[in-house]
């Protein structure tokens, strides 16, 4: 019996092992930039901080945009889209998640707001795949009126989230060749955002495209450049901003 008791012991050790052994190779293992990517970062009006990059803008719009990259995707290959949207003239943030998981930090929204706040009054949020159903759940835990619109890259928000009742602006942009979203759900939370909710399409595009990384699994492959998607998906989130801002 002692025997037994023992041999169960052991299996439990090198099953808990295994566990956190599976789990530590999992949360270190991202999509990392490619090659090059360093041009979007190595630029003197970026700053680096703990927690996020800062693009800053000579502009005078008072409008701030956050970023939050998809799940384990390094940060920095979203610097194409934050540096075109800074070139564009708006302060732009993109965020740094532990372990390249949003969902571990879906309100460091709040450290960049804390302060920043008083210098820029209107505040827009992007979220790419995982990161868009994050940022979406941190405005639903009393941080919507914080912040005047929402925009989902190849994303949606999670099923307890609805927004219909609410005055937030959403954008929500996608691409044809996506294999990676579940567009089930993407069709059916439809209903949990506002009548004057926006969609725009990426024809050609895929669900990496919206970053500056490598292929990601399962997705479709892209019949338009990385270049294109991101100057597509730029234009779409500025004219948003700018329809926003003009009401």
């Known amino acids: 019996m002692f025997i037994k008791k023992r041999h169960i012991f052991l299996i ?19 999509y990392e930039p490619l090659k090059g990517n360093n041009v979007y970062i190595d630029q003197e009006n970026i700053i680096e901080y ?17 970023l939050y990259p998809g799940g384990k995707v ?13 070139e564009s003239g708006y302060s732009t943030f993109l965020i740094k ?8 930090a879906k309100d460091r929204a709040d450290v960049i707001l804390k302060k920043y706040g008083q210098a820029i009054n209107n505040w827009y949020i992007v979220g790419h795949s995982l990161g ?10 009393g941080n919507i009126q914080k912040f005047k619109g ?7 928000p999670p099923n307890n989230v609805d927004f219909t009742n609410t005055n937030l602006n959403v954008l929500s942009i996608n691409a044809t060749n996506d294999q990676v979203i579940d567009r089930n759900k993407l069709e059916n939370t439809r209903d949990n955002l ?3 909710a926006e969609f725009n399409i990426i024809k050609g595009g895929n669900h990496a495209g919206f970053g500056n990384y490598g292929p990601q699994n399962g997705d479709g492959n892209s019949s338009i450049t990385k270049k294109e998607q991101w100057d597509q998906a ?14």
């Open 132 to 141: 868009g159903a994050m940022a979406a759940s941190y405005l639903d835990e």
């Open 97 to 104: 998640m532990p372990f390249n998981l949003a969902i571990f």
């Open 150 to 156: 929402i925009i989902f890259l190849a994303s949606y």
């Open 12 to 30: 439990i050790i090198i099953v808990v092992a295994l566990l956190i052994g599976g789990g530590y190779y999992y949360l270190n293992q991202s």
């Open 194 to 196: 506002p009548s004057g």
């Open 234 to 247: 730029v234009n779409y989130i500025i004219n948003f901003i700018q329809k926003v801002e003009e009401d």
């Open 50 to 66: 703990d927690k996020y990059y800062y693009y800053k803008t000579e502009s005078n719009n008072n409008i701030g945009i956050i």
């Open 74 to 86: 390094e940060a920095t290959a979203y610097a194409p889209l934050t540096d075109m949207l800074s």
